[in-house]
C-alpha cells in the first residue's frame, strides 16, 4: 500500500531529524550562527506551504520529527482544547516571537555571530512551552499554534486537500491516528477536509478500514 510504505518512510526519516534537531538545540548555545537554521526552516515551511499546505510540518520539520519521536513517547495524547488553536492564541505567538526576535536583534544589529542567539534563546524557550504542553495534552499540540505552522496554515489552506468519499462510515478510526487531532469522516458531507493544519501525512489514509481517504493529487495522478 503506498500510504503504508510513506508512512514508515517519514517515521524512519523522522527519528535521524528527531535527533538533529536535539543536536542543533544544544549545539546552538555553543556556537550561535546554528540559530539561523531557524530562518531556513520558516522560508521552507511558507514556501512549501504556498503549493503544499503544511506539509513541511510533518515531512520535513526537525521539531515536529522529534515532537513525533520522541515526545510522543511521554505525551498523555488528551484531547487538545480548541482555545490553543484559535486565531486569537495564534496572533498572540505571532506577535509576541516577532516582537521578541526584534527587540533581541536591535542592539546586536551587524554582528553576526551574536545575531544567532536570539534564533537559539527563542528556540529553546518555545522548544520548553513544546515540551511541557506535549506530555500534558499531545505530543503535536505546539504545531496547533506555532507561528511558522500557522503561516503555513494561512498560506496553503486548501492546497494538496484531502479527499472523502461516500465510502466513509463515520466510524472514527481516522481521527485516533490523527496528531492534529482533526476528524476527516467529519468532511464526508463536503467531500474534502478543511482543515488548513492537516500535515498531509497519509496516517488516515493507511487507517481508514474503507479507503475512503485520498489525496487530491494522488487521485489525479491514479
Ligand atoms: S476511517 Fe474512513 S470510514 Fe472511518 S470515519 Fe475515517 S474516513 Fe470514514
Ligand atoms: S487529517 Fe490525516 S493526513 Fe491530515 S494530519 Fe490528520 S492524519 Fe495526517
Known amino acids: 500500500m503506498v500510504a503504508g510504505g510513506l508512512m514508515k518512510k517519514n517515521a524512519r526519516f523522522q527519528?535521524?531529524?528527531?535527533?538533529?534537531?536535539m543536536?542543533?538545540?544544544?549545539?546552538?548555545?555553543?556556537?550561535?550562527?546554528?540559530?539561523?537554521?531557524?530562518?531556513?526552516?520558516?522560508?521552507?515551511?511558507?514556501?512549501?506551504?504556498?503549493?503544499?499546505?503544511?506539509?513541511?510540518?510533518?515531512?520535513?520539520?526537525?521539531?515536529?520529527?522529534?515532537?513525533?519521536?520522541?515526545?510522543?513517547?511521554?505525551?498523555?495524547?488528551?484531547?487538545?482544547?480548541?482555545?490553543?488553536?484559535?486565531?486569537?492564541?495564534?496572533l498572540f505567538w505571532l506577535g509576541l516571537l516577532m516582537s521578541m526576535l526584534v527587540v533581541s536583534l536591535v542592539p546586536i544589529w551587524g554582528d553576526i555571530y551574536l545575531m544567532g542567539r536570539p534564533f537559539v534563546m527563542i528556540l529553546t524557550v518555545t522548544?520548553?512551552?513544546?515540551?511541557?504542553?506535549?506530555?500534558?495534552?499531545?505530543?503535536?499540540?505546539?504545531?496547533?499554534?506555532?507561528?511558522?505552522?500557522?503561516?503555513?496554515?494561512?498560506?496553503?489552506?486548501?492546497?494538496?486537500?484531502?479527499?472523502v468519499s461516500g465510502a466513509c462510515t463515520d466510524c472514527g478510526a481516522c481521527e485516533k491516528v490523527c496528531r492534529m487531532q482533526i476528524y476527516p469522516g467529519s468532511y464526508?458531507?463536503?467531500?474534502?477536509?478543511?482543515?488548513?493544519?492537516?500535515?498531509?501525512?497519509s496516517y488516515c489514509v493507511e487507517k481508514c478500514p474503507k479507503s475512503a481517504l485520498n489525496f487530491e493529487e494522488d487521485l489525479k495522478a491514479a
Open 15 to 21: 527519528v535521524f531529524n528527531g535527533v538533529f534537531f
Open 188 to 201: 464526508r458531507v463536503v467531500g474534502k477536509v478543511q482543515h488548513g493544519d492537516c500535515l498531509k501525512c
Open 23 to 90: 543536536m542543533l538545540l544544544v549545539g546552538g548555545w555553543f556556537y550561535y550562527p546554528l540559530g539561523y537554521f531557524m530562518i531556513f526552516c520558516m522560508v521552507m515551511a511558507m514556501g512549501i506551504g504556498i503549493v503544499k499546505g503544511r506539509w513541511w510540518c510533518d515531512w520535513m520539520c526537525p521539531r515536529g520529527s522529534f515532537w513525533d519521536r520522541y515526545l510522543d513517547i511521554f505525551s498523555r495524547r488528551t484531547k487538545v482544547p480548541s482555545f490553543f488553536r484559535s486565531s486569537l492564541f495564534r
Open 127 to 163: 522548544t520548553v512551552i513544546g515540551l511541557v504542553l506535549g506530555v500534558i495534552y499531545n505530543q503535536r499540540i505546539w504545531c496547533m499554534f506555532c507561528p511558522m505552522g500557522t503561516m503555513a496554515n494561512w498560506l496553503g489552506k486548501g492546497r494538496k486537500s484531502l479527499k
